[in-house]
């Protein structure tokens, strides 16, 4: 008989506990229905400007015109076969990170594959960016500043021109991949096989044979002929 009662006993309690409504989430979560409490993450470097999306959008929109005419020009002066590419840009700012962001679209509605390193067949691209010295008044902030952009291969300047773009925390290009001097063109393929071409160097008459040995001679050279 208590045998009985006490099982009755237990499944009453086991339906009434059934009845209450669990929380969402466990207990376990100290932070449920609380405010977060982590530690505040580190501040996000300056790009220049507060950011927003529109904002954001209009910087990456201007410089799109930049990154299809400079794409333009690589696919003109590489050769048809090349389908992949490996991009390297400058320091790590708003500016390269923007201007490498529109020349991977570009590159990629071209078709070509963007590799993840160099390798064989991969196309080495690099990017560097100078701005360009204005009169004094013009190109202080915003979208006003002037850019002359390279893209440079291994060993040759594959693409380059100077755009108006938003310099928000522009840094020069630290590394380089190829010394290009300011008056740069886009030239073909530099063979290595070639003689390197002497310049700078004027054609002096040599000494005849007394000067060589010291010794003084009032008698002109004769000149022999074949017989």
Excluded: W
Excluded at 55 to 70: F, G, H, K, W, Y
Aim: glycine share 8%; hydrophobic share 35%; proline share 9%.
């Amino acid at each position: 008989m208590r045998y009985s009662i006490f099982l009755s006993s237990l499944c009453c309690s086991v339906l009434l506990s059934a009845c209450h409504q669990p929380g969402v989430i466990g207990r376990g979560y100290s932070s449920f229905k609380e405010p977060y409490k982590s530690a505040p993450g580190t501040k996000a470097a300056p790009i220049g400007y507060a950011y927003t999306h529109e904002q954001n959008t209009a910087v990456i929109e201007s410089m799109r015109p930049a990154a299809r005419d400079l794409i333009m020009q690589l696919e003109d002066n590489t050769a048809s076969t090349v389908d992949r590419v490996y991009l390297t840009g400058g320091a790590q700012t708003a500016f390269y990170s923007a201007l490498d962001h529109v020349l991977r679209d570009e590159l990629t509605y071209r078709g070509y594959e963007l590799a993840t390193g160099p390798g064989p067949e991969v196309l080495p691209v690099h990017v560097s960016a100078t701005q360009v010295k204005q009169p004094e008044g013009q190109g202080s902030s915003g979208m006003a500043p002037l850019f002359d952009v390279v893209l440079s291969g291994t060993d040759k300047v594959l693409a380059k021109g100077t755009y108006t773009l938003p310099s928000y925390a522009f840094t020069g290009s630290a590394a380089p991949a190829l010394n290009v001097p300011e008056d740069a063109s886009v030239s073909p393929a530099i063979d290595s096989s070639a003689p390197v071409p002497i310049t700078g160097v004027e054609a002096e008459p040599l000494p005849d044979e007394s000067e060589m040995s010291g010794a003084v001679s009032d008698v002109p050279a004769q000149t022999q002929t074949a017989p």
